[in-house]
């Protein structure tokens, strides 16, 4: 049993895996090869202009109709609320904002791609 308790197989002797050297870099150390991961914000207005992004946002929309809420009744505000109190059910309600993201800007192209995300915002009421 090590000093991290997790029990280790003994290395046979003359191992490779017989001696341990530790890599871990020192404080402040970056080193040369780091890539920086880079997603730049996309306007929702210029996002559904634009094909690739569209359909990245059109993407997380379809999820969150199909397995989050019911759109084909909708209701207003107060009467939801009305049926809240009468139920004892306690409702929530948010505004649904899209955001839209290039990822991986720094890198080549073939590696970049677009995210869309719809986010719910707002106070529990």
């Known amino acids: ?3 991290r308790g997790c029990a280790r197989k ?3 002797s003359g191992s490779q895996l017989d001696t341990h050297v530790d890599r871990i870099a020192a404080m402040g150390y970056t080193p040369s090869n ?7 914000p996309i306007l929702v207005t210029e996002a559904m202009n634009t094909p690739a992004p569209k359909a990245a946002l059109d993407k997380d929309k379809g999820t969150l109709r ?10 207003p505000i107060a ?7 009468r139920s004892g059910v306690p409702f929530h309600f948010c505004t649904v904002v899209g955001l839209c ?3 991986h800007a720094a890198l080549e192209y ?10 719910f915002v707002g106070v529990i009421r």
């Open 79 to 85: 009467t939801t609320m009305q049926v809240s109190q």
């Open 110 to 119: 073939s590696l970049q791609s677009y995210k869309g995300r719809v986010a």
């Open 10 to 12: 003994p290395a046979a």
């Open 34 to 40: 780091i890539c920086c991961i880079i997603h730049v």
């Open 66 to 75: 199909t397995k989050a809420w019911d759109v084909s009744k909708p209701l």
């Open 1 to 3: 049993m090590g000093d």
């Open 101 to 103: 993201h290039f990822k």
